[in-house]
């Protein structure tokens, strides 16, 4: 017994071998590649416009296709991702995907590993064209994982080389599919890289339009993908410095088919577009949304009063 499970060893070891040599073949393949294509950025394609975004460097264009180049944390190559007009999506073949990623807008790996150095805040997403809407939106650097099996791996690559950095991912909400495997994978690579993980805030019509990711949301509504983002990198920033507590007292005022109501509340946090507040009632908030006495939700700014003087007192 012992010898067999010496020999199946042997033959592990062995397959991983070859693996790794075609890997770096295919590596040194690739980075030749690369070298004989222009990386300025000006070439739009036909899955630039679909996608709403603008052509940028670090990502060519060859015959009509896009090549985005996958490294890893190190910024060695291992492989490109082949993206025709129409969306089809194809990898090098041979070549490692596994922790690779791509950070947007970036010409050289170079310039993509400092453009994360030099910020506090890393945003990942799944594909190149989310990545790229995070980037514009979110004003914060932004790396492609390439799908929703590779977040784990580019999060906890990201989190061990920079654990100072805040690791946020932008999350598919892949609602239509069965257990929304992008809102799992997203939650499982926030936890591992100690990060925070944000999915775009879909209406039930955009659901039922089939929209999942923060493109669909810029596609359909960029101001609206713009406030969330802003918001969710703004609270990235913060997040590991702050700590929660009390601004002020205030009054939440919401019109409904009853009429105004005013809850009274506690303001606990501010960000760019929305207080965190504590309620001091139950309440229904916007889109029927049930809300108990005590619960900390999200308001936008202008519906909320700060209250100077004691005349409304908190129910505790």
Not at 58 to 79: C, E, H, Q, S
Not at 233 to 250: F, L
Not at 288 to 316: F, H, N, W
Request: glycine share 8%.
């Amino acid at each position: 017994m012992r010898q067999l499970l010496g020999d199946v060893e042997k033959k592990r070891n062995e397959r991983h071998r070859q693996e790794q040599e075609r890997f770096e073949a295919t590596a040194a393949r690739l980075s030749g590649e690369l070298r004989s294509l222009s990386f300025s950025g000006v070439q739009k394609t036909a899955y630039h416009d679909t996608k709403g975004i603008e052509p940028l460097p670090g990502a060519a264009v060859r015959n009509g296709d896009l090549l985005v180049p996958g490294y890893d944390a190190d910024g060695k190559l291992w492989t490109i991702q082949y993206i025709k007009e129409d969306g089809t999506k194809r990898f090098a073949k041979d070549s490692r995907k596994h922790d690779c990623f791509h950070v947007v807008g970036a010409a050289t790996t170079a310039e993509g590993l400092q453009k994360l150095g030099n910020s506090p805040v890393i945003a990942i997403a799944e594909g190149y064209a989310t990545a790229a809407t995070v980037a514009k939106y979110g004003n914060a650097p932004a790396v492609a994982a390439f799908d929703s099996g590779n977040l784990l791996a580019v999060a906890t690559a990201l989190h061990e080389r920079r654990p100072d950095k805040r690791i946020m991912i932008a999350g598919d909400d892949d609602h239509k599919l069965e257990n929304n495997p992008g809102r799992v994978k997203a939650l499982e690579a926030a936890l591992a890289a100690h990060g925070m993980v944000v999915f775009p805030n879909l209406s039930a019509e955009q659901r039922e339009k089939g929209l999942t990711d923060f493109n669909d949301l810029a596609l359909e509504s960029p101001r609206l993908a713009k406030d969330q983002l802003e918001e969710a990198v703004w609270r990235a920033r913060q997040q590991s410095e702050e700590q929660t507590s009390e601004i002020g007292t205030g009054v939440l005022r919401m019109d409904g088919w009853a009429g105004r109501r005013e809850i009274p509340c506690e303001i606990l946090k501010e960000t760019p577009h929305r207080f965190l507040v504590r309620l001091g009632e139950d309440c229904v908030l916007p889109r029927g949304r049930e809300a108990t006495k005590g619960q900390e939700v999200y308001v936008p700014k202008d519906a909320v009063e700060l209250v100077t003087d004691q005349s409304i007192e908190l129910a505790r």
